[in-house]
């Protein structure tokens, strides 16, 4: 499995170049580069304030990059014109971190609701293949519940489906095991997996759990205060002797180098 | 960086100017892209749905029908027996009907409306939309290819463009019918004579800036109560924040484009 995987990775489906990024003044994404190959897990991994959510929403394109290329497909997207943009996201499927179902659309016409927009078939044929996807994630028979009747990862399941419903080669999951207990984190865990073995599909997996990330991932990339830290398969993360990334998998606090300076000026609050 | 006085104030005030000019170019944005949607959406397959346009009207327009009717009615029977009491005085109490008739059909008729549709719909959608923000919604709208502005806002502007004018005829008939009681009762004519009366005082003229008005409102409505919902960040509470300032700035805006309106149509 994994030897065909490399081979053919040749062409990457992401690639990220010196991505720069700021929020206000404040520097989120500090020189990023990365690349993911096709029919490849990437598991984006970094604690709260890494920066992995503003990467995930510059991979998807809800903001648009100054400093730094980014390409879907190999297509800039900065270059894309609205038109292409809309041809592109048909390729994708995000499963959001809440599920972001629609509220007033029950389960089933949620995930049919891409097959409304972007195709002509009947509706039969739209309720059979969102079906399909709901037999895939494990809910079926659950289409005509509202959003706010499922549980947490029910919902999960559910904004699976509809990103899949499209047959994207290129998936997003943002935290997937969040809020989860660990039986039915693991259960999502599977499902990823059984995913990609069962359809044509590049993942990409934004999350901070360390279990989950080793048990899906084809390599990870370790952010760390908008940097990467590494980029490797699961064994070389594990045995890893940068600091930060060790201190991530062994869960040791950070311990943040005081600088008396600063620290006074932090304090008193003077401005430069 | 304490700014006392003076300095305090017209930083505040220019900070202010600048947020306004800002959300009126987000406004202009905002109507340039639903525009755009309406004409072109069908070309680039990506059509505004009947299907919503038709639940916004319902929403907007016919469940707004009973508050509508009896506010207006009260408004023209409040109309009635002021005139009359005032006119009273110097004895042209029967001249109470033209100023009625066109009163009503310039100004306060649409102006009743579009306060009606500002407190119903104007918080509703403020709170759809800023739910949507919120809950990732919108965001999964862009990702999956749809336009969250054609789906969202170019059904409710045409919703408006088509329930405004609408609205407007009913709360300008309710409003007159409302006058037309009163008269009844206080200067003893049939209802009959005092709608000949009010026909015969009525120009095209006068319907037409009432109309013309209403759309107005409602170009207004829809984008005020749609942006203030995009906006809307900050958990329950500012999604509280951004409904309440959606009412109150859509009501606002009807009242001051009213009155700029006037100005030039008059004048």
Known sequence: MMTAMAQQADRPVIEVENLVTYYGRQKVLDDVSLSIAEGEIMVIMGGSGSGKSTLLRYLLGLHRPDNGVIRLFGRDINKLSGRDWMALRKKMGVAFQGGALFNSMTVGENVRMPLHEHTHLDENTMRIMSRMKLEVVNLAGFEHLMPSQLSGGMLKRAALARALVMDPSLLFFDEPSAGLDPVVAADLDKLILRIRDAMQVSIVVVTHELQSAFDIADRITVLDQGRILMVGSVDEVRNSDIPRVRNLLSRTSEEQIVNADEYLQRLTGSVD | ?267
């Not at chain 2, 680039?44 to 319902?58: C, H, I, N, S």
């Not at chain 2, 990732?136 to 919703?159: K, N, S």
Request: charged letters at 15%.
């Open chain 2, 1 to 267: 960086m304490q700014a006392s006085g003076f300095r305090g104030f017209s930083e505040r005030l220019g900070r202010q100017f600048a947020t306004g000019v800002e959300d009126f170019g987000y406004g202009a944005l905002l109507l340039a892209e639903s525009l755009f949607w309406i004409v072109l959406g069908r070309w680039w397959q990506q059509p505004v749905r009947l299907q919503a346009m038709v639940k916004e009207m319902m929403e907007i327009g016919v469940l707004a029908i009973p508050v509508l009717s009896i506010l207006a009615f009260a408004n023209g029977a409040m109309m009635a027996m002021q005139g009359i009491y005032t006119l009273r005085d110097f004895g042209a109490e029967s001249q109470v009907i033209t100023g009625i008739a066109t009163s009503v059909t310039r100004e306060f008729g649409v102006l009743i409306a579009g306060i009606v549709v500002a407190g119903r719909s104007g918080s509703a959608i403020a709170a759809r939309i800023g739910t949507m923000q919120m809950a990732q919604e919108i965001d999964a709208l862009r990702v999956m290819g749809v336009a969250p502005v054609r789906y969202l806002v170019a059904p409710i502007l045409v919703a408006m463009l088509v329930m405004m004018p609408t609205l407007t005829i009913l709360s300008d008939s309710m409003a007159i019918l409302g006058g037309g009681v009163v008269s009844m009762m206080e200067l003893h004519i049939s209802l009959g004579t005092y709608l000949e009366r009010v026909l015969s005082v009525l120009e095209p003229g006068d319907i037409w800036q009432g109309m013309s008005k209403s759309l107005v409102f409602g170009v207004l409505l829809t984008l005020v109560a749609t942006g203030n919902g995009f906006n809307a960040t900050g958990g329950a509470e500012g999604l509280g924040r951004a409904t309440t300032r959606s009412v109150v700035l859509c009501i606002s805006a009807i009242v001051v484009a009213d009155m700029i309106f006037t100005f030039f149509l008059i004048l």
